[in-house]
């Protein structure tokens, strides 16, 4: 089992930035990719980045390209999202995914676990 906990989520101007973290931790396999989804009331959990467990590859959803950065760090099985220029679209709970072996990083389906979400929410 692999637990994962998300933090950094609140509320915010629009404009603004946060930084998300999410911690891993149990039986972690030693290659593992991660990706952050989002999901806003009465609306589809969607895709926003993932990155390989090297970092050498980051993908990101249109909608956040130029705004959000995902990195990680192994050291300490952590991933961030950095967000900034944030508005009120971006409002939705973030979801940190876990993901130890292949398939498309953008489908929900190829994720093994899940955290349980933080709350991001962008005033206007």
């Known amino acids: 089992q692999v637990q994962l906990v998300e933090s950094g989520g609140g509320l915010v101007q629009a404009g603004g930035s946060l930084r998300l973290s999410c911690a891993a931790s149990?039986?972690?396999?030693?290659?593992?990719?991660m990706g952050w989804f989002r999901q806003a009331p009465g609306k589809e959990r969607e895709f926003v980045a993932a990155i390989n467990w090297s970092a050498s590859s980051t993908y990101y959803a249109d909608s956040v390209k130029g705004r959000f950065t995902i990195s990680r760090d192994n050291a300490k099985n952590t991933v961030y999202l950095q967000m900034n220029s944030l508005k009120p679209d971006d409002t939705a709970v973030y979801y940190c995914g876990y993901r130890s072996g292949s398939g498309n990083y953008a489908y929900t389906s190829v994720y093994d676990y899940w955290g349980q979400g933080t709350q991001v929410t962008v005033s206007s």
């Open positions: 149990g039986r972690t396999f030693s290659n593992f990719a």
